[in-house]
Nanobody, 127 residues
């Protein structure tokens, strides 16, 4: 059983930065792929960025490419978000899945079916 706790959300002006953290307990994340997902009011959840456990391969959706950076250490994942835009406003969730369960990182990041989810942290970007 893995427990995930996100932090780092908040209110920021457009063009600003935030760094989200996802702290894991209950098991090591060494063998899990990690993803950041978001859901804006009235919209479907979307995968923002994911990182594999094996070689650190990353995936980003087009809308955040070049602005967001995902990283991980032993039991924490991070999402550095720069040049934030109002359309980045959403609840952000981290999730993990055992690496062996996924075929490709991108597919998992798009579909989003995961083993464990955090409770989320809210990000609001004002214009």
């Amino acid at each position: 059983q893995v427990q995930l706790v996100e932090s780092g959300g908040g209110l920021v002006q457009a063009g600003g930065s935030l760094r989200l953290s996802c702290a894991a307990s209950g098991d090591t994340l060494d063998y899990y792929a990690i993803g950041w997902f978001r859901q804006a009011p009235g919209k479907q959840r979307e995968g923002v960025s994911c990182i594999s456990s094996r070689d650190g391969t990353t995936y980003y959706i087009n809308s955040v490419e070049g602005r967001f950076t995902i990283s991980r250490d032993k039991n924490t994942a991070y999402l550095q978000m720069n040049s934030l835009k109002p359309e980045d406003t959403a609840d952000y969730f981290c999730a993990v899945i055992a690496q062996w369960k996924i075929t490709t990182l991108q597919t998992w990041c798009i579909v989003g079916e995961s083993d464990y989810w955090g409770q989320g942290t809210q990000v609001t970007v004002s214009s």
